[in-house]
């Protein structure tokens, strides 16, 4: 038990500890310097503006509507960007003709699309959902695309000595073979929407973090702006531990480093 | 015993030539013939890269032959068949399958039903020793447990025919005569045509009616070798002077082809 205590204390002790101590140095050393609070505000004041927030009813409604947002475009970007993989790679002439574009498209920011879509989509939260779909959408294609072409010649002959067709050759090889790729498209999607529905707000919301975070510009509430930062801190450790608990859960058997041991 | 019974595979001039990437062409194999009875147990020894896996997968349907016809119970093979097992150099599990979800891969695919699946499946696992191991995941299992899964699999859907590609060539020596004799018990259990390609001299005779002796560049049956050694062999079997006799025999075939690539 002492030796339990001992362990988390080892591991946890010293983020904690370090963490402490910069908000000790940010909460000090500015002042000691004549630094403005208005330009850095120190944590005691960000803590304030944040409960201020809190307590005007501004934090969890916003708070819910980009996590709606970005969950809601990384899901449909990604079931897409999956189902695309799958006709991608399963008919040569299709991936011959859609692949060239499919690159092009992703050398091209998509951020950038995002005025055009809050244009045509309007102002609600559809437009951010999309943009958070088509940013998620192209890391989870080309790894789902990677993921699918990747397999042991040896499994594929397994499936056609039994004369599996092409849909179950998908289902029980091809498609579990290639989780831990499509994981690490999710991996990196999940983050992006994020950043999708963010820019969507910033162009034109009338909700959300994003909308809240421009208003508090607007009105140069730097230290209220601080604790939106938190809070979108807070919504992409949310989002990212997500996707995380899945990985874990789905992909158990790929990785190195496996919780179970065998007898050799 | 009629006069001779029609094979139940027949291999006949079958020649194998692979295209390479920079266009010429490479004999594999090259005016093979071999027959083998129904229930019987054959092996196919050889050195390396005589075209001992490019034979097994085509009678597996896997490749198609270059000239020649294989056939099976008088049907020219065309592609691959359901009552044909398959067992690897390689287990080739699916390591995010259970052992019991790997072994019923077969019956999956062919959507056998299901509950008696289920109960084959468990009875596969006990023939090959691996009861108790039913829901351990592949990576769990060490070299040898994981091949006996790979041929419970292989019995899955009771294929008449059982093709092995050198299935304990990663195995160590132990792991692999404890398996050599576990192969026996099941063959004699289930009596199946088993065709199964070996580097090991010892394993051939030791298990097999009659070995085939590969010779290679291009590939082609050398020598084809009757093992009149009488049933259930054993580890014993092994100092039969038949057994000792037969060894030698096929060991100076390959010190002869090793002198001629001198
Ligand atoms: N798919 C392939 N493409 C080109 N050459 C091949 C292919 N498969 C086998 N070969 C060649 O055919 C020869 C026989 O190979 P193989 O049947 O694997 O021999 P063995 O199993 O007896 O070691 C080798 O020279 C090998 O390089
Ligand atoms: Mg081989």
Redesign the pocket.
């Known amino acids: 038990m002492k030796t339990r205590v001992a362990a988390m204390l080892e591991r946890y002790g010293p983020p904690i500890l370090g963490g402490i101590v910069m908000l000790l140095v940010w909460e000090f050393v500015p002042a000691i310097f004549n630094v403005s609070k208005l330009l850095l505000p120190p944590p005691s004041s960000i803590a304030q503006s944040l409960w201020l927030i809190y307590d005007r009813g501004l934090l969890v409604e916003n708070f819910l509507v980009t996590l709606a947002e970005a969950l809601l475009g990384f899901t449909i970007g990604s079931v897409t960007a999956i189902f695309f993989a799958f006709i991608v790679t399963r008919s040569l002439i299709i991936e011959r003709t859609l692949m060239p574009y499919l690159v092009g498209l992703q050398a091209l920011p998509k951020v950038a699309l995002a005025p055009l879509i809050v244009v045509w989509v309007g102002i609600g939260i559809e437009s951010k959902i999309l943009i958070a779909a088509i940013i998620s959408f192209f890391p989870v294609l080309i790894n789902a695309i990677v993921g699918f072409s990747t397999v042991e010649a040896e499994k594929i002959d397994l499936m056609r000595s039994l004369v599996a067709s092409r849909w179950q050759q998908f289902r029980i090889v091809i498609f579990p073979n290639s989780l831990p790729f499509i994981f690490a498209g999710l991996n990196v999607a999940i983050v992006l929407s994020i950043t999708g529905a963010l820019v969507g707000e910033f162009i034109g919301a009338d909700r959300g973090l994003g909308n809240l975070l421009l208003q508090l510009n607007f009105n140069m509430d730097i230290s209220g702006m601080f604790a939106v930062l938190t809070v979108l801190a807070l919504l992409g450790i949310v989002l990212y531990a997500l996707v995380r608990f899945l990985h874990v859960r789905f992909v158990f058997w790929a990785k190195p480093d496996n919780l179970r041991s065998g007898p050799n | 015993m009629t006069a001779v019974a029609r094979p139940l595979i027949d291999i006949r001039d079958v020649r194998?030539q692979?295209?390479?990437r920079s266009g010429t062409f490479?004999e594999?194999?090259s005016d093979t013939s071999l027959a083998v009875q129904a229930k019987q147990f054959l092996c196919i020894v050889?050195?390396?890269?005589?075209?001992?896996?490019?034979?097994?997968?085509m009678i597996a349907g896997l490749?198609t032959v270059s000239g020649g016809t294989i056939e099976i119970d008088g049907v020219p093979i065309l592609g691959p068949r359901r009552d044909i097992g398959l067992v690897f150099q390689s287990p080739v599990l699916l390591p995010w399958r259970t052992v019991l979800k790997n072994v019923l891969v077969p019956a999956e695919v062919l959507k056998l039903n299901s509950t008696s699946s289920q109960k084959r499946a468990h009875d596969l696992l006990k023939l090959v020793g691996l009861d108790g191991f039913a829901d351990r995941y592949p990576d769990e299992l060490s070299g040898g447990m994981k091949q006996r899964a790979a041929i419970a699999r292989a019995l899955m859907h009771d294929p008449d025919i059982l093709l092995m590609?050198?299935p304990f060539g990663a195995l160590d020596a132990l792991t692999r005569e404890a398996m050599n004799l576990e192969l026996l018990r099941i063959w004699q259990a289930s009596t199946k045509t088993v065709v199964l390609?070996t580097h090991s001299i010892e394993e051939a005779l030791l298990l097999s009616d009659r070995v085939a002796v590969?010779a290679?560049r291009p590939?082609f049956v050398r020598e084809l070798i009757d093992v009149p050694i009488a049933r259930p062999r054993s580890a014993a079997t092994r100092s039969d002077p038949v057994f000792i006799r037969l060894a030698e025999k096929l060991r100076s075939y390959f010190e002869a082809d090793k002198d001629a690539g001198k």
Do not use: I, M, Y
């Open positions: 194998k692979f295209r390479s490479l594999a194999l050889g050195p390396s890269g005589c075209g001992k896996s490019t034979l097994l997968r490749e590609d050198e390609v590969f290679p590939g």
